[in-house]
C-alpha cells in the first residue's frame, strides 16, 4: 500500500514542484546543471521523508485498515 500511496499520488506531485524550482532558478540565472542537482537533492530528500512518514503512518494503522 505504501508503495502504491507514493507512486501514485507523492512522487507526481512531488516531480511536478521540483521542475517548477528548477525553472525558476534558471530564470533567476542559475547555471542549469548547478539547478539541476540543487533540484535533485532536494527531491530525492523529500521523497526520502514521504516514504519514512509514510510507513511510520501505515504501521500506526490496524492490520486490518491496510
Do not use: F, S, W
Amino acid at each position: 500500500m505504501k508503495h502504491v500511496i507514493l507512486k501514485t499520488i507523492v512522487v507526481p506531485i512531488v516531480t511536478r514542484i521540483g521542475t517548477g524550482i528548477g525553472a525558476y532558478l534558471m530564470a533567476k540565472g542559475l547555471d542549469g546543471g548547478l539547478a539541476d542537482q540543487l533540484v535533485n537533492g532536494l527531491l530525492a530528500v523529500v521523497l526520502v521523508g514521504c516514504d519514512l512518514i509514510t510507513g511510520k503512518v501505515l504501521n500506526l494503522l490496524p492490520k486490518e485498515a491496510v
